[in-house]
T-cell receptor
């Protein structure tokens, strides 16, 4: 069974640029969530995708957007990067209906470290 | 506002000691609670998931309990080892929607 993978591992961008982060979900998982983790803090929920549709969003501005593909892999896009966007971006996948079964254990990828200069 | 708090922020113990990590949450009507381990600069490793209908889960030297009425969960680590040194995060799903709310974690150091 293949775990959650993310690419790239590290990324350095300048303020105002755009970035795309990628996530491949664990085999058999159809739901992907994205989280932002600032240094020394717990992860903050950005949004979740289930069967190619966004079905939950945290308190992040519209310049954070995403996609999920038919193979359940996902992208996180951030436009007009700001210095505060520097963080570890984590992708998590799980099986089952989004909000359905109570057996919704999340499995996380290794993350992408984004630095905005 | 639904919040998750983990106290203390850091804990240092000698090898072999049994220890308890705490997680408190503001709303007793939770959907599930998950404990994670995070090594520096790395992703999260799932340790234990407790459903809202359960009171505890065990895996090896780890035991997690859930008391919804008091808004608390504890992670018990038996016979701690230096390899247990990491940050431990608690995540609560307050509804059956996608969002999990995380605490800021407890950073554990186990000294040889």
């Amino acid at each position: 069974e293949t775990g959650v993978t993310q690419s790239p591992t590290h990324l350095i961008k300048t303020r105002g640029q755009q970035v795309t982060l990628r996530c491949s979900s664990q085999s058999g998982h159809n739901t992907v969530s994205w989280y932002q983790q600032a240094l020394g803090q717990g992860p903050q929920f950005i949004f979740q995708y289930y069967r190619e549709e966004e079905n939950g969003r945290g308190n992040f501005p519209p310049r954070f957007s995403g996609l999920q593909f038919p193979n359940y892999s996902s992208e996180l896009n951030v436009n007009a990067l700001e210095l505060d966007d520097s963080a570890l971006y984590l992708c998590a996948s799980k099986t089952g209906l989004a909000g359905g079964s109570s057996y919704n254990e999340q499995f996380f990828g290794p993350g992408t470290r984004l630095t905005v200069l | 506002k639904q919040e998750v708090t983990q106290i203390p922020a850091a804990l240092s113990v000698p090898e072999g000691e049994n220890l308890v990590l705490n997680c408190s949450f503001t709303d007793s009507a939770i959907y599930n609670l998950q404990w994670f381990r995070q090594d520096p600069g790395k992703g999260l490793t799932s340790l234990l998931l407790i459903q809202s209908s359960q009171r505890e889960q065990t895996s090896g030297r780890l035991n997690a309990s859930l008391d919804k009425s008091s808004g608390r969960s504890t992670l018990y680590i038996a016979a701690s080892q230096p390899g247990d040194s990491a940050t431990y995060l608690c995540a609560v799903k307050f509804t059956n929607a996608g969002k999990s709310t995380f605490g800021d974690g407890t950073t554990l150091t186990v000294k040889p």
